[in-house]
């Protein structure tokens, strides 16, 4: 099988198994009741948040005052580029916060041995979850055994507890390549997919969201990211089927105070 004939074979596969879904739920439950979901409290959201800092010129300062605000709201992570995994480790330790690291960020087009070499070494220095991002041209080009190994050898890199998260770069993805990432992902052993880097415009969408967690079903993990700047959209995305949030505006999204700004 070419890898031409292989892409429609996935593809076809997956709509398939989202149209039996949706007529299941369809079934089931009135369309409003599948939609309808309760709310939730600043310190239940605070919960699926990734407090996240990635701009290449934030300092020192800027680092303190991230670990300062997730201790203060208790989010579920801080998320930084791997160069200062050390610093918010040794700000964080004992109390409970993850420390998670992006790996091949923002691009995702470095070589896998240097990926797998940047995961190790976050790991090493206190990171527990990854953030990676896949190789979109490979995946534009049809390249899925590249995509994939890709994945694993950063899976390979990781310890038992750690987790990993795909970053497939919703904004640059046709809806069929973004279900060909998911299901490589799911196929790589990723515990995550997330949606976006949030460097290349674009963002979290509760129709990117819906269409993900259709394609990995109810265990994998869904991370929306990328321009979620308020907490009626943070809800939204959770009610997609979001159990993970990345932000740079958290303390906003909580607190509903406004915001102009990403990452």
């Known amino acids: 099988m070419d890898q031409n004939e292989l892409i429609d074979k996935i593809t076809k596969e997956v709509m398939e198994r989202i149209n039996a879904q ?4 369809s079934k089931d439950m009135p369309a409003e009741k599948q939609i309808s979901k309760p709310s939730m409290t600043p310190v239940e959201l605070a919960q699926y948040i990734d407090h996240t800092l990635l701009k290449p010129e934030a300092v020192q300062a800027q680092f303190e005052k991230l670990c300062e605000e997730a201790v203060k709201y208790q989010f579920k992570s801080v998320c930084v580029n791997s160069s200062w995994v050390p610093f918010v480790t ?6 409970g916060i993850k420390i998670c690291s992006v790996i091949g960020f923002p691009l995702g087009e470095m070589d896998t041995r240097s990926k797998a070499f940047e995961a190790r070494s976050a790991i090493n220095n206190g990171a527990e979850e990854l953030d990676m991002v896949i190789n979109v041209g490979a995946l534009k080009s049809g390249n899925l055994k590249l995509v994939e ?16 998260k795909v970053i497939i770069e919703t904004v640059l993805l046709t809806e069929e390549e973004k279900i060909l990432a998911c299901e490589i992902s799911k196929k790589a052993g990723a515990d995550f997919v ?30 929306a990211s990328g321009a ?25 999204v909580i607190t509903g105070a406004a915001v102009s700004g990403g990452y």
């Open 22 to 25: 949706n007529k299941s739920q």
């Open 90 to 95: 040794k700000k964080l330790r004992g109390t």
């Open 149 to 164: 190994e890709d994945i694993r050898a950063i899976k390979r890199a990781c310890r038992t507890k750690t987790i990993l």
């Open 194 to 223: 997330k949606t976006s880097t949030g460097f290349l415009g674009g963002g979290a969408t509760v129709e990117d969201i819906l269409l993900m967690r259709r394609i990995v079903g109810p265990k994998m993990g869904v991370k």
């Open 228 to 252: 979620i700047r308020d907490y009626k959209q943070a809800v939204a995305l959770i009610n997609a089927g979001a159990n993970r949030l990345g932000c740079g505006s958290s303390v906003a």
